[in-house]
Structures are given as structure tokens and as C-alpha cells.
């Protein structure tokens, strides 16, 4: 049984989905895997490196309109500070890690936001991008 929270979380990040698909050229979008129904604890948007604007750049912009977002908190674990130097075993050249720790953000599904906060932020982003 849903939750009224958890029917927001997926309406929200099925209205920013829908709504930026069009911008797929310049931004990789999260998709639940088959015959999944996750409740989702934000958006995900990784830059191509292809878009006018970097990672950093649409932050900004997105943090001066007073749009909230996150970074992704670990990315490749084995650049992170207290894993030089630890033995380990790695398989492949980690570059979508990579890609992940340098190019991904992400954007809030509260359920508090209301369909004009969520047109905001997809206007926003789609002007970031032009």
C-alpha cells in the first residue's frame, strides 16, 4: 500500500522526468529498472559533457534561483582521501564512477512541492541549458 508521501515522491519525479526528457541530449535521467516501483528520494541528473554548461555551472545557476541541490556524496570511493594507499581490488577503468562523481546531481522530490515549484525548476533548468 502507498503512502500519500510516496505517490508525491513518484509523481514529482515522474512530472521532472517527463518534463526533461526533451533536454536528454545534454542530460543523463535516472529510470527505475524493470518492474521496480521505487520511492524515490530525489532526482539525479548527471551532465553530458556535451551541455553548454558543467556540472558546476548548472548548480549555480540553480542555487541562485533558489532551487535546492545536492551532490552526490561519495562517486568513486577510491579518490576519496581516506582510501589512498588501501589495498583493494579493482576491475575495470571506472570511468562511469568517474563520470558520476564529476558530472551528477541531485534535485529534491519532497512531496511538499507543489506543480508550480516543479515547473520553476524545469524552466530553470531548460533556460540553463539553452
Given at each position: 500500500?502507498?503512502l500519500?508521501?510516496?505517490?508525491?515522491?513518484?509523481?514529482?519525479f515522474?512530472k521532472?522526468s517527463?518534463?526533461?526528457?526533451?533536454?536528454?541530449?545534454r542530460l543523463?535521467l535516472?529510470?527505475?529498472?524493470?518492474?521496480?516501483?521505487p520511492?524515490?528520494f530525489?532526482?539525479?541528473i548527471?551532465?553530458?559533457?556535451n551541455?553548454?554548461?558543467?556540472?558546476n555551472?548548472?548548480?549555480?545557476?540553480?542555487?541562485?534561483?533558489?532551487?535546492g541541490?545536492?551532490?552526490l556524496?561519495?562517486?568513486?570511493?577510491i579518490?576519496q582521501?581516506?582510501?589512498?594507499?588501501?589495498?583493494?581490488?579493482?576491475v575495470?577503468d571506472?570511468?562511469y564512477?568517474?563520470?558520476v562523481?564529476k558530472?551528477?546531481?541531485w534535485?529534491?522530490?519532497?512531496?511538499?512541492?507543489?506543480?508550480?515549484?516543479?515547473?520553476?525548476?524545469?524552466?530553470?533548468?531548460?533556460?540553463?541549458?539553452?
Open positions: 500500500m502507498d500519500p508521501n510516496e505517490k508525491r515522491r513518484r509523481s514529482n515522474f521532472l517527463q518534463s526533461l526528457e526533451h533536454l536528454s541530449d543523463i535516472p529510470k527505475a529498472t524493470e518492474e521496480s516501483n520511492s524515490w530525489g532526482f539525479p548527471t551532465v553530458r559533457d551541455s553548454p554548461k558543467n556540472r555551472e548548472l548548480v549555480q545557476i540553480l542555487n541562485n534561483k533558489g532551487i541541490t545536492r551532490l556524496f561519495a562517486g568513486n570511493l579518490r582521501p581516506a582510501f589512498i594507499d588501501t589495498p583493494r581490488r579493482v575495470g571506472l570511468k564512477t568517474d563520470q562523481m558530472d551528477t546531481f534535485i529534491g522530490v519532497w512531496p511538499g512541492l507543489t506543480d508550480e515549484m516543479l515547473k520553476y525548476i524545469i524552466q530553470s533548468i531548460a533556460e540553463a541549458l539553452k
